[in-house]
């Protein structure tokens, strides 16, 4: 913050501390004394000028007289004439100095008031005209014989008729602003009284009212204009107050009580989850148990029947297994999905590349019977759940593999780019998953996130539907976004959004 900012903000400070009463006779006091100044500057800008203007016509009229009366000496180049002709200069005290030049620009006879002054002048004619200079006034005129010009003449004179002119202003500005700050204090310290009794009895009243509690005061009015009005719209307000305290001190009973049952009901709700979980584990449990038996006693009979059975009992054979192959995989899938909260890990540094290098390896044969490749480029290390790390990942890549066109290897490229806050800060890392496979309708890049949503039947690509919700999960708790863009046989793209920093634990 600069030393201005810092001087602003302080007097601002400082004026907002001002009683109102003194910020009237100060607001009074500076506009009339703005509104003089900018008269007289406007005034004094003329005057200096005009005087200036003054000053070069007088000097310019005076050398035109003797350069008149010095032509008959230029002609005959008579120095003593031409001296004679500058005589006339002793009686102005504003000239400082002057010479005469010949018609060939040597000077030919000079005056100065101080002897060491004449050493400034100019050895060759000047050109014609007037300028300002350290000097003063320096004005240029032509010596004339028959309306030619035959030589010049230089004059210098001192610039104490502007400063005088100067001294004069500055003397009326001084003695106008004090007269004008005078009258305009005594002005406003009188009428201040009618504009801040009013305001101050408001305030008065408000003090009360704040301080003791009771809506029941009422300012008093002094008049029907704007402040008048502000004083019955303030005790109107007061009325209105006055009503709906009593009706939120009620109010107030009636939400106490309803957070208290809202309390219990949590507190009923918690035990509710916390039974549910223990019973989805209890029952995923028992639920794989008879399946796994069917699973085995299914392809005891499938071993031992061999080719006995008929071709219509074998395919029962066969899709009971398949069903209860595809049960064991929905209920497995189903008990990740719950984990996700259930069994939640704290959040430590992970390095995303490591990370995803290994889950490339664990998908290696995947990879490989597909005849497809994994691109990593480089990822960052975020404060995570290292497991969920590896599932959301691993789910992602292993969709991307899924879900290829046929006899079109499968190419998955993974990226990540920084998205910074507002501040400028790199705080969130967007991962994007990649591939050309399938892709899908633009129409359900959000309902592929559902739980059990399927855009494909279960003849064309395995699956329970539940993948992608595990992963919206995972991403939802470590507080991120996740997204898909596809298109249909051109390929899908999963954008992960993740904060680089969590805190100690989820």
Same mark, same amino acid.
């Given at each position: 913050?600069? *030393? ?97 030049? +010949? ?53 210098? +004179? ?33 009428? *201040? ?88 584990? $209890? ?10 038996? $069917? ?32 049960? *064991? ?8 999905? +719950? ?51 590896? *599932? ?115």
């Amino acid at each position: 913050m600069t *030393q201005d900012t810092l001087a602003r903000r302080s007097f601002g400070a400082r004026f907002a501390d001002v009683p109102f009463r003194r910020k009237l006779i100060l607001l009074t006091m500076s506009v009339a004394g703005i509104s003089v100044l900018l008269a007289i500057t406007a005034f004094a800008v003329y005057d200096i000028l005009a005087a200036r203007s003054n000053l070069i016509a007088s000097v310019a009229l005076l050398g035109d007289v003797v350069a008149s009366s010095s032509s008959a000496a230029v002609v005959f180049d008579d120095r003593t004439a031409a001296g004679e002709a500058l005589r006339i200069l002793t009686e102005q005290k504003n000239i400082r100095a002057a010479r005469v030049y +010949s018609g060939t620009g040597a000077p030919l006879a000079e005056y100065f008031s101080d002897d060491d002054y004449g050493r400034a002048l100019p050895q060759s004619a000047p050109p014609e005209g007037y300028g300002f200079t350290d000097n003063g006034l320096e004005v240029t005129r032509p010596v004339l014989h028959n309306n030619q010009r035959i030589g010049s003449l230089l004059l210098i +004179s001192n610039l104490q008729l502007l400063n005088d002119r100067l001294t004069e202003i500055a003397v009326m500005l001084v003695l106008s602003l004090g007269f004008i700050g005078l009258t305009a204090y005594l002005l406003s310290s009188r009428l *201040q009284r009618h504009v801040a009794a009013p305001i101050l009895d408001l305030a008065r009243t408000a003090r009360a009212v704040t301080d003791g509690g009771d809506y029941s005061l009422r300012a008093p009015k002094h008049g029907r204009d704007e402040v008048g009005e502000l004083s019955d719209r303030f005790n109107e307000m007061l009325r209105v107050v006055a009503s709906r305290d009593e009706a939120l001190r009620r109010e107030i009973e009636i939400r106490v009580q309803a957070e208290e049952e809202l309390r219990h009901a949590a507190v009923r709700l918690e035990r509710s989850n916390r039974e549910l979980q223990d019973f989805a584990s $209890v029952a995923s449990h028992d639920l794989q148990e008879p399946l796994r038996k $069917v699973l085995a006693f299914g392809d005891r009979l499938k071993r031992g029947l061999g080719g006995q059975l008929d071709e219509r009992s074998a395919d029962h054979l066969e899709r009971m297994l398949k069903a209860a192959a595809r049960m *064991q995989i929905l209920i497995n899938d189903l008990l990740t999905y +719950s984990r996700v909260t259930t069994k939640a890990q704290p959040y430590t540094q992970v390095d995303l590349s490591a990370l995803v290098r290994e889950v490339i390896s664990d998908l290696e044969i995947r990879i490989e019977q597909a005849d497809g490749t994994v691109s990593l480029g480089s990822l960052p290390t975020i404060s995570a759940d290292p497991m969920q790390m590896r *599932q959301l990942f691993q789910n992602l890549i292993g969709n991307a593999l899924k879900y290829h066109r046929p006899n079109v290897p499968p190419i998955v490229t993974i990226t990540a780019e920084c998205v910074p806050s507002k501040n400028g800060v790199c705080d969130t890392a967007r991962i994007t998953i990649a591939d050309n496979g399938i892709g899908f309708e633009e129409q359900y890049s959000e309902q592929i996130f559902v739980i059990f949503q399927r855009l494909h039947g279960r003849g064309e690509y395995e699956g329970t539907g539940i993948g992608l919700a595990v992963c919206k999960k995972i991403v939802d708790r470590h507080g991120g976004r996740i997204s898909a863009t596809g298109v249909p046989d051109q390929g899908a793209h999963f954008i992960v959004e993740l904060p680089l920093a969590q805190g100690i634990a989820g």
